[in-house]
């Protein structure tokens, strides 16, 4: 089965609004990034996190290895959010030649006026 | 931030085709990669490199062919293009293995 899944896969919020997206894996993460792709098909860098959490403007993520989960949160959603958002884990015996990242299928979400 | 390049930015081919995919980064980065995204699979790893002349198999490798010739560039090949190989092709790139990955702008290749 897949090792990280994603949910939900769509979410529609209206703008102020907020919401959580999660990533469970189903196997020891070490590392896990989330990325936002636009509309243009960028994958743009949102955060990177080993363990604890990140702030950002309006985004905040937490990374759980313990537990095996991730989460995203967004708060006061504005229309430019709107993208689908992925979330993608190291496991422990990345690195060296065995670098590698598993990705959630993604969380497509669209913030209304 | 990491500057990775791809190009060209859309191609479109026919079934044999020989195709090749470039991508340049210019931060001195030592792991290269190389994902195709397609509609309910999310990004999956074909090859990636942790230095010029190295390669690794990645997790959906059929099909394709990859040569790191510098630090720098890094080439996806397809030598008889099917049609299941139109994707959205992104390459990134990172300082080493387990440290945060850089993406590329991304290819739109279809295969008729």
């Known amino acids: 089965g897949d090792q990280v899944e994603q949910s939900p896969s769509a979410l529609s919020l209206h703008e102020g609004t907020g919401s959580a997206l999660r990533c469970n894996f189903t196997t020891t993460m070490r590392a896990v990034q989330w990325f936002q792709q636009n509309s243009r098909g960028s994958l743009i860098n949102l955060f990177y996190?080993?363990?604890g959490t990140k702030e950002n403007g309006r985004l905040k993520s937490t990374f759980n290895s313990k537990e095996s989960y991730s989460t995203l949160h967004i708060r006061d959603a504005q229309l430019e959010d709107s993208g689908t958002y992925f979330c993608a884990a190291e496991g422990v015996n990345s690195g060296g030649s065995n670098a590698k990242l598993t990705f959630g299928k993604g969380t497509k979400l669209s913030v209304k006026s | 931030e990491a500057a990775v390049t791809q190009s060209p930015r859309n191609k479109v081919t026919v079934t044999g085709g020989n195709v090749t995919l470039s991508c340049r980064q210019t931060?001195?980065?030592?792991?290269m990669y190389w994902y195709r995204q397609d509609t309910g699979h999310g990004l999956r790893l074909i090859h990636y490199s942790y230095g010029a002349g190295n390669l690794q198999i990645g997790d959906v490798p059929d099909g394709y062919k990859a040569t790191r010739t510098t630090q720098e560039d890094f080439f996806l090949l397809l030598e008889l293009a099917s049609p299941s190989q139109t994707s959205l092709y992104f390459c990134?790139?990172?300082?080493?293995?387990?440290?945060?990955?850089?993406f590329g702008p991304g290819t739109r290749l279809t295969v008729l």
């Open positions: 996190l080993a363990s």
């Open positions: 990134a790139s990172s300082k080493l293995g387990a440290y945060e990955q850089y």
């Open positions: 931060n001195s980065h030592n792991y």
